[in-house]
């Protein structure tokens, strides 16, 4: 079923009109019609969320000036509790003024499509990923957020949140300067524990196909891939 639209949020933090077009079976015609919504309501951004096996459709949005800019994967597994984890992994308690959160939100968002996009040349993706970190520190859209911390310093961040009756990761980052120490790797143990203590019936993270690091964690991990959605922006 194919849906539109608009979206307040990114609307207002970015200054310009934004909406959100799901293609799942769109012909022509009513493509046709979508493109003329969006010229006459004067959005200047558009995302669309096209399923990555239909080429018709993702013909349709490219040959329309869509810009590829993310092909997303989404994992999901049946919560399950872990033993075992090596490294300090602990609940966050503080304020996130700590400019170690700040550098571990941004390398989150390395692969991000706010960062690939070039028509972004406002510091959105720093204002955007800086912004999902407060509110996960504060609670607006996450009830958990996990630091591991080696030598007192943070060396790698996660959140963790719902969406309807799953838990969902949202940022994960370990600091390139202690990669390789599985620390990845106990922060997705601890974040599974967690969601298996709230009797969660499933647990989800998304992350780009391009970013073979975190694809082959997950996998490591036991989570299983549950989609891939092509995601586009169309700028007018």
């Known amino acids: 079923m194919n849906s539109f639209t608009l979206l307040p949020w990114d609307t207002s933090f970015f200054g310009f009109k934004v909406a959100r077009v799901l293609l799942e079976d769109a012909g022509r015609a009513e493509f046709e019609h979508i493109i003329q919504r969006i010229k006459e309501e004067h959005i200047r951004l558009t995302y669309f969320f096209v399923l990555s096996d239909t080429d018709n459709l993702n013909g349709m949005v490219n040959d329309a000036g869509g810009l590829l800019v993310d092909e997303k994967i989404t994992f999901s597994k049946i919560p399950g509790f872990h033993t075992g984890i090596s490294n300090i992994v602990v609940e966050y308690r503080g304020t996130g003024e700590e400019s170690e959160l700040v550098d571990l939100a941004l390398q989150a968002g390395l692969y991000s499509r706010f960062r690939l996009d070039d028509n972004f040349r406002n510091g959105e993706y720093e204002r955007l990923y800086k912004s999902w970190l407060e509110n996960s520190i504060t609670g607006k859209i996450a009830f ?59 647990i989800k993270v998304a992350t780009q196909i391009q970013n073979e690091g975190a694809c082959i964690l997950y996998g490591k991990c036991g989570y299983e891939i549950e989609s891939k959605i092509s995601i586009y922006h169309l700028w007018q």
């Open 144 to 202: 958990n957020v996990l630091i591991a911390t080696v030598q007192d310093k943070i060396a790698g961040l996660l959140t963790l949140g719902a969406k309807g009756d799953h838990a969902e990761i949202g940022l994960l980052s370990v600091d390139e300067k202690y990669r390789g120490k599985g620390i990845g790797k106990d922060l997705v143990y601890y974040a599974d524990n967690i969601a298996f203590m709230k009797q969660y019936g499933k």
